[in-house]
């Protein structure tokens, strides 16, 4: 079982950063792609990053590509998304997951979600 806890999120102008952060409870975290997710109002789930158990590979949704990066420290059991450039329509409640898969994009294929924080970039 891992429970996830994501903070970080709130309301920043286009432009500006957030760093949002996801700790995991649990001793296999280590052992877990993870990912973060993100859903507008009225819109579908979206992937947005994900990050294999020991950190050497990423991918990326491509509207995020060069602005976003997401990154772990197996040490402290949490991943970090870091977001750069903000646009409003990255606006969205954002969703830490954890996966036994390897480097999925389906959230479907993720086992563990943290209950999501509100990013909200005004333009």
């Known amino acids: 079982q891992v429970q996830l806890v994501e903070s970080g999120g709130g309301l920043v102008q286009a432009g500006g950063s957030l760093r949002l952060s996801c700790a995991a409870s649990?001793?296999?975290?280590?052992?877990?792609?993870m990912g973060w997710f993100r859903q507008a109002p009225g819109k579908e789930r979206e992937f947005v990053a994900a990050?294999?158990?020991?950190?050497?590979?990423?991918n990326y949704v491509d509207s995020v590509k060069g602005r976003f990066t997401i990154s772990r420290d197996n040490a402290k059991n949490t991943v970090y998304l870091q977001m750069n450039s903000l646009k409003p329509e990255d606006t969205a409640v954002y969703y830490c997951?954890?996966?036994?898969?390897?480097?999925?994009?389906?959230?479907?294929?993720?086992?563990?979600w943290g209950q999501g924080t509100q990013v909200t970039v005004s333009s």
């Open positions: 649990g001793r296999t975290f280590s052992t877990y792609t």
């Open positions: 997951a954890a996966s036994r898969a390897a480097m999925t994009i389906h959230w479907g294929s993720y086992d563990y």
């Open positions: 990050i294999s158990w020991s950190g050497a590979y990423t």
